[in-house]
């Protein structure tokens, strides 16, 4: 892939293209998507390989073993090797997980395959965002990362929609065909428009390098405070959307997968909330914005446990969900590359596998919760969740350095 840099005109006024920002978070949202695609899909993956209500969150959960993979294996590789030629071998080996998922004759197949997927499409993702945060300059690095971070919240979010749509036209394994197509194209483009970043290689060696983030997650204070915030509140958030379809899809609903799917729609205002949490945490509003979105997050759960009475309850849950909850990831992510410019891909890594552990966790709670105990029961475990979050934010407040938690 390219390594040509930055056009002196953009470095000189300390800002990067809106077109090259825009390209930042369409192919970040192009690629966290394949994470999420299984999530509305879940009942007919069950039908097709027989596999229980209850157990059939182990799609997700070793989905995000993939994710946890990636984080601890391949993207610190961003710091130190030619990101180009990196972001070109995930992307073709992206493309073949895809294919695999697809064409899965059988359940561990299609497990073998989400799992690659998950490593690969959160590898591409994360480097991504690191790319962005290396590319940009200081003072508008939560901008640029928040940018980035909008589109994974757009790819998150439409995701569901998109596949849930597909799967009603082709059945669900068209989605991942579909997927496939869409990287083979994002290929080229990526190679001949994204520029070199400012940031000089790390000369660690690859063991040492992985040695390095066991040193940031052990002596990082600002990383270990937001990484426990990220775990707590992706773990209320996939509980969430992993558990949504079976309700959803049953009487009285009895909602296709496209309608279903349609509900991410809602939350795509999760995208414009994660812009502006950026321009927050650019002016040290960062903790003040984390505390009113940590509140808020906690009282989503009040209308998402209303969905027995009408539907306009869960939209208006979604929203605030999803708006909080993307808030605080791009928050999190603009106070811990504060520091450490040469290490944004290690920080990046250690702080989504925060994220990782609570996906998987929230995934496999939510359906084995639901089958227990109903919606109900799902909405109190997220509710329960969601405010030990804000409690532990209220604990730390002390203890976060100045330069990430001023606000």
Same mark, same amino acid.
């Given at each position: 892939m390219s390594d040509k840099l930055l056009d002196p005109p953009c470095a000189a006024l300390g800002r990067l293209p809106a077109a090259l920002v825009l390209l930042l978070a369409a192919a970040s949202a192009f690629s966290v998507a394949n994470v999420y695609y299984a999530q509305p899909l879940l009942d007919a993956i069950a039908r097709d390989f027989s596999i229980s209500l209850a157990a059939v969150g182990m799609v997700i959960a070793v989905t995000q073993l993939g994710c946890a993979l990636a984080l601890l294996l391949v993207v610190p590789l961003g710091d130190r090797l030619n990101r180009h030629r990196l972001? %070109?071998?995930?992307?073709?080996?992206?493309?073949?997980? *895809?294919? @695999?998922v697809g064409w899965a004759p059988s359940a561990p197949w299609l497990l073998v395959g989400m799992m690659l997927v998950g490593l690969l499409g959160t590898a591409m993702t994360q480097g991504l965002i690191a790319f962005a945060a290396a590319?940009?300059?200081?003072?508008?690095?939560?901008?640029?990362?928040?940018?980035?971070?909008?589109?994974?919240?757009?790819?998150l979010l439409l995701a569901r929609t998109l596949s849930g749509a597909l799967a009603d036209v082709g059945g669900w394994r068209t989605v991942y065909f579909f997927s496939a197509g869409v990287t083979l194209v994002l290929l080229p483009i990526l190679s001949r428009l994204l520029p070199a970043p400012r940031t000089v290689p790390s000369t660690l060696s690859y063991p040492a390098l992985l040695g390095s983030m066991l040193s940031l997650l052990l002596h990082d204070r600002t990383l270990q405070i937001?990484?426990?915030?990220?775990?707590?509140?992706?773990? %209320?958030?996939?509980l969430f959307w992993s558990s949504l379809? *079976?309700? @959803?899809?049953?009487?009285?609903?009895?909602?296709?997968?496209?309608?279903?799917g349609a509900f991410g729609l809602v939350g795509a205002v999760g995208a414009l909330a994660a812009v502006r949490a950026g321009?927050?945490?650019d002016r040290g509003l960062g903790q003040t914005a984390s505390g009113a979105c940590l509140l808020l997050l906690t009282l989503a759960w009040l209308p998402l446990g209303l969905l027995g009475s009408g539907l306009v309850w869960l939209v208006a849950g979604i929203v605030l969900l999803d708006l909080a909850g993307q808030a605080i990831h791009v928050l999190n992510q603009s106070m811990i590359f504060s520091a450490h410019p040469q290490s944004h891909s290690r920080l990046v890594a250690c702080y989504m596998l925060f994220y990782a552990v609570?996906?998987?966790?929230g995934a496999f709670?939510?359906?084995?919760?639901?089958?227990?105990?109903?919606?109900?029961?799902?909405?109190?475990?997220?509710?329960?969740?969601?405010l030990s979050a804000l409690l532990f934010w209220r604990l730390t407040l002390r203890g976060m350095p100045d330069a990430a938690g001023k606000g």
């Open positions: 972001l %070109a071998g995930q992307l073709l080996g992206l493309i073949a997980a *895809l294919l @695999l590319l940009a300059p200081p003072q508008e690095r939560g901008r640029v990362v928040g940018a980035a971070q909008g589109g994974v919240v757009l790819g937001r990484g426990m915030l990220a775990l707590l509140m992706f773990g %209320a958030f996939s379809v *079976l309700p @959803l899809s049953r009487p009285p609903f009895n909602f296709t997968h496209a309608a279903v321009h927050l945490a609570g996906s998987g966790l709670a939510g359906t084995h919760v639901y089958a227990w105990a109903g919606w109900s029961g799902v909405c109190w475990l997220g509710a329960g969740v969601s």
